[in-house]
């Protein structure tokens, strides 16, 4: 069955750039989103069709995917985006999330 | 304004039923794509389940067989009847709308979710 690997933790700092990976078999091939959950929040939508942005999402996340691996990137993270995130991906009806990341602002 | 509200939820034994609502406002269930995701206390999430057309349901593996995803298009609501509960199914539980354009699905509305817990 089709998997998706995200790192369980990534760390910055204010300021600074975060990058969140998120790796799946040829998963350039498909299309991936990205999620936010906040302590007690429900998830919400960051980033669809590897890059593309709902309208009311900052334009300080962004989405890139290609070969076997899609990438969410902060820039200038702010405190207020300490929280999980995930990727998912569509596959053979089958609806995926990688296991998720802790985003950590020191 | 877009809601989804889930309810339903509670303490249930091992081998029990329980029903979900998802009650939704803002758009229809009948032209959208609809589906349950779960939580796990501590862990990441996991799709459940998902209903279109009326007809036409998919489940994940862990779930086949035990639940069943229906919606009332009178009340606007999708449903989630899970039976033969088990410990590995205690979640929040989260209905979701369900995205799906030019080969890609994803989830742009989401409820406050509902807790299930199986335990005896």
């Known amino acids: 069955s089709y998997e998706l690997t995200q790192p369980p933790s990534v760390s910055v700092s204010p300021g600074q750039t975060a990058s969140i990976t998120c790796s799946g078999d040829k998963l350039g091939d498909k299309y991936a989103s990205w999620y936010q959950q906040k302590p007690g929040q429900s998830p919400i939508l960051l980033i669809y069709q590897d890059y593309k942005r709902p309208s009311e999402i900052p334009e300080r996340f962004s989405g890139s995917n290609s070969g076997n691996t899609a990438t969410l990137t902060i820039s200038g993270t702010q405190a207020m985006d300490e929280a999980d995130y995930y990727c998912?991906?569509?596959?053979?009806?089958?609806?995926?999330f990688g296991g998720g990341t802790k985003v950590t602002v020191l | 304004e877009v809601q989804l509200v889930e309810s339903g939820g509670g303490l249930i034994q091992p081998g029990g039923s329980l029903r979900l609502s998802c009650v939704v406002s803002g758009f229809t269930v009948s032209s959208n794509y609809m589906s349950w995701v779960r939580q796990a206390p501590g862990k990441g999430l996991e799709w459940v389940s998902l209903v279109y057309n009326g007809d036409t349901t998919y489940y994940a593996d862990p779930v086949k067989g035990r639940f069943t995803i229906s919606r009332d298009i009178s009340k606007n609501t999708v449903y989630l009847q899970m039976n033969s509960l088990r410990a590995a199914d205690t979640a929040v539980y989260y209905c979701a709308r369900t995205a799906s354009e030019s080969y890609d699905s994803f989830f742009d509305y989401w409820g406050q979710g509902t807790l299930v817990t199986v335990s005896s």
């Open positions: 998912q991906a569509w596959d053979s009806n089958t609806w995926l």
